[in-house]
């Protein structure tokens, strides 16, 4: 598959995940067309926290960046809409002992599956779309979940009823990512991480705002040290072969 008919595939998935979404949420305007890339008024924001590079997205005309707060406990997409939760080698450790395995391999062999996807990333150079296939561990987000349901946003099972997930502090750290991706890339001989938001057309907690505010600032705060952490983790686990990566072009 082609870089375009990857992109083409993802559009008219956002597109219908923001259908659904609009049922419940009202979605601004110019929020639903910057999921769907029909802006080409976009800056690429750039603020560094911590040890993490973000990228927000700046609409140049009428001068507005996308932000984004959590609309919890009256939102759960993040725990229902999810296509997959990769495991880092941290990852393994906790969510096993957690469960009161005593050992990682049976938990493995228990608990999770392997699967293989096609993820838009992004050149280190010269900032240019790329596909890498990600190969991982994944934990079941169904007792019977197959390689087949990678992709599939399903509902997962460590959700009670009461909207809250019964592995927190342990849940993976994909989870704790939510809604932003990171990437690490080379710089000055160094690894520096960076982030941006995904905009799978799943949640409801972007807005438009003049500025970056107070508000979106502690939250940059607040994730840098997991996204910091998770992209390290995810690293970790890719050397010592719990994961793999290739770059298909």
């Given at each position: 598959?082609?870089?375009?008919?990857?992109?083409?595939?993802?559009?008219?998935?956002?597109?219908?995940?923001?259908?659904?979404?609009?049922?419940?949420?009202?979605?601004?305007?110019?929020?639903?067309?910057?999921?769907?890339?029909?802006?080409?008024?976009?800056?690429?924001?750039?603020?560094?926290?911590?040890?993490?590079?973000?990228?927000?997205?700046?609409?140049?005309?009428?001068?507005?960046?996308?932000?984004?707060?959590?609309?919890?406990?009256?939102?759960?997409?993040?725990?229902?809409?999810?296509?997959?939760?990769?495991?880092?080698?941290?990852?393994?450790?906790?969510?096993?002992?957690?469960?009161?395995?005593?050992?990682?391999?049976?938990?493995?062999?228990?608990?999770?599956?392997?699967?293989?996807?096609?993820?838009?990333?992004?050149?280190?150079?010269?900032?240019?779309?790329?596909?890498?296939?990600?190969?991982?561990?994944?934990?079941?987000?169904?007792?019977?979940?197959?390689?087949?349901?990678?992709?599939?946003?399903?509902?997962?099972?460590?959700?009670?009823?009461?909207?809250?997930?019964?592995?927190?502090?342990?849940?993976?750290?994909?989870?704790?990512?939510?809604?932003?991706?990171?990437?690490?890339?080379?710089?000055?001989?160094?690894?520096?991480?960076?982030?941006?938001?995904?905009?799978?057309?799943?949640?409801?907690?972007?807005?438009?705002?003049?500025?970056?505010?107070?508000?979106?600032?502690?939250?940059?705060?607040?994730?840098?040290?997991?996204?910091?952490?998770?992209?390290?983790n995810i690293n970790t686990t890719i050397r010592e072969g719990f994961g793999r990566i290739n770059l298909n072009g």
């Open positions: 598959m082609t870089i375009s008919d990857t992109c083409s595939t993802e559009t008219s998935l956002i597109s219908l995940s923001l259908d659904m979404l609009s049922k419940k949420w009202d979605i601004d305007p110019i929020v639903r067309d910057l999921h769907l890339g029909k802006r080409n008024d976009i800056r690429d924001y750039q603020i560094k926290v911590n040890q993490v590079t973000f990228h927000i997205p700046y609409i140049i005309d009428p001068s507005l960046f996308l932000l984004w707060h959590c609309l919890w406990p009256d939102c759960h997409n993040c725990c229902t809409r999810q296509g997959r939760l990769p495991l880092t080698v941290d990852d393994v450790t906790k969510i096993s002992n957690s469960l009161g395995y005593k050992n990682r391999s049976e938990f493995i062999k228990e608990e999770t599956y392997v699967a293989s996807w096609d993820n838009n990333s992004v050149s280190n150079s010269d900032r240019s779309n790329l596909i890498s296939t990600l190969t991982m561990i994944n934990l079941k987000r169904k007792d019977d979940e197959k390689e087949d349901d990678n992709g599939t946003p399903l509902s997962c099972r460590f959700l009670n009823d009461h909207g809250s997930c019964t592995l927190h502090p342990d849940k993976p750290g994909v989870c704790w990512l939510y809604p932003f991706f990171s990437w690490s890339q080379y710089e000055n001989n160094q690894v520096s991480v960076h982030a941006s938001f995904q905009l799978t057309g799943d949640c409801p907690g972007f807005y438009l705002a003049i500025d970056i505010d107070g508000d979106m600032r502690n939250i940059l705060n607040d994730y840098s040290k997991k996204i910091y952490d998770y992209t390290m």
